[in-house]
């Protein structure tokens, strides 16, 4: 079953490639080169961390290294696509400095990248993302904005890390007592699930931002028209 929807998660990367290279080529897709980096960035981490997962090699600085950069690229294309009014203006650059303070101090704790994974820098990844989602959300109700779901691009981009890192923090809140079970007595269940749970959301993450794309898409194709 997750080996299946590995492939799908896969495949989705592919897809959301595609509208980054060549559907949006020639449109101005805002922050599209940080896009293409996270893109290509994830597909190839995606890759290398399934193949050596698969072989039982060790691929903790794989994962510490793309972190930091996952983090910092996410940050800039949610502070370029979200409107100015829909957002703190000094939150990125707070939510920056401090995960660059938490992930120094953890790497210096671990002695380098390649002992332990840098959990609570991952953590605050994902408390930053629910912060960023529930001002977003907070500020639509707030500012009484009507937001048309089936076609906000933004809604999509916020929604699909919202959802993603609202799941991941509390699949990082058990995963240490799962892999003590594991270690104690074997409980292969436990783990399978977590990592059944990680791909799941993963795929929620991936298609809602593909489904992100083609909002905006549709909508960079229907101005153009009604300019010809």
Do not use: D
């Amino acid at each position: 079953m997750t080996g299946f929807l590995v492939y799908i998660e896969l495949l989705l990367l592919i897809i959301g490639g595609y509208y980054l290279f060549v559907k949006f080529k020639n449109y101005a897709l805002p922050a599209l080169n940080f896009f293409k980096i996270l893109y290509v960035l994830t597909f190839l981490t995606e890759i290398i961390g399934k193949i050596t997962g698969h072989f039982g090699l060790h691929n903790t600085l794989l994962y510490n290294i793309f972190i930091p950069i996952e983090f910092f690229l996410l940050v800039t294309i949610l502070e370029t696509n979200i409107p100015q009014y829909l957002q703190w203006r000094i939150l990125p650059k707070i939510g920056l400095a401090i995960f660059y303070i938490f992930y120094i101090t953890e790497i210096i704790y671990n002695k380098g990248f390649h002992h332990s994974f840098v959990f609570f820098s991952h953590s605050f990844t994902s408390f930053y993302f629910i912060l960023v989602g529930l001002l977003y959300y907070y500020k639509l109700i707030h500012l009484e904005i009507t937001v048309y779901i089936k076609s906000n691009y933004v809604f999509w981009l916020v929604t699909g890390l919202f959802v993603y890192h609202f799941a991941s923090i509390f699949i990082n809140l058990f995963f240490s007592y799962v892999v003590e079970m594991y270690l104690s007595v074997g409980m292969n269940w436990a783990i399978s699930t977590i990592t059944l749970l990680r791909v799941i959301f993963n795929l929620f993450f991936y298609s809602a931002w593909i489904y992100a794309f083609i909002c905006k898409y549709r909508e960079i194709i229907s101005s153009s028209s009604s300019y010809a």
